[in-house]
């Protein structure tokens, strides 16, 4: 189980804005947290991180307390051993992939472990590459396999696919389904992307103004319980194809057409 309770004040777009976040999640899942931007997402994670101290906050996951004011108790990033994957991958252009992950892995790395992300994320015929050398995608492979070399207890996802097109997208999301379920990862996801959180998501937490104005299933988060008498769908558009006439959508991880 993971426990959150934070509080920090912030200067919103608005103003003063109070973050106020309590909230349990189930661990080995993905949890994602949606809201506009200013919401207080970003901020959030930095705290969970250990990058920023709150007013007030108590921060424990599977049992062990990495953060709680009340008691004085405030663990270091690298003693909460947590990995944090941000929008712009953060790779040092001055080391090529095997490289970069070696930096995470610290001192006496298990090249065991590092040779098995390596193939696990297909970065093998990549893995002398420099950063500037590769596509959007395989960056962020890079990035994931950098963040779980170090074994993480939580691994922090801000908008980790948003800069991505659609292809790119959908393939990294089902590699991330994938790698999520072999690892057993307890994941925090910043998303925009409903349909994205439909698909990678088991629980969500809509943030609104620094507070949580609704939690549950995405499905009861975006569109409230499913009526007896109708058959809710909820798809993305991957692709009109006006000259065909065709749509291209996906639902649940299946690629439909539909002529119109």
Sequence with gaps: MIE?????TLNGQK????????????????TALYGPSGAGK????????GLLMPEKGKIIVNGETWLDTSKKIVLTPKERKIAYVFQDYALFPNMNVENNILFAAG?????????????????????????????????QRVALARALIQEPNLLLLDEPLAALDNEICVRLQDFLLEIQERYALSILLVSHDIAEIHKLAKHVLHIQEGSIVKSGRPVEVFTGKVSENHLNVYAKILFIDTSRKQITVLVNQER???MY
Excluded: C, W, Y
Aim: charged share 25%; net charge positive; proline share 3%.
């Design 107 to 139: 001192k006496n790395p298990d090249m065991n472990k590092v040779k098995e992300l390596i193939e696990t994320f297909h970065l093998s015929d990549l893995k002398n590459q420099k950063p500037q050398n590769l596509s959007g995608g395989q960056q």
């Design 4 to 8: 959150i309770t934070l509080h920090k």
């Design 42 to 49: 970003t901020t959030a994670f930095r705290i969970i991180s």
């Design 15 to 30: 103003g003063k804005m109070n973050l106020d976040l309590d909230f349990k999640v189930n661990q080995n899942q993905i």
């Design 256 to 258: 439909l057409f539909s």
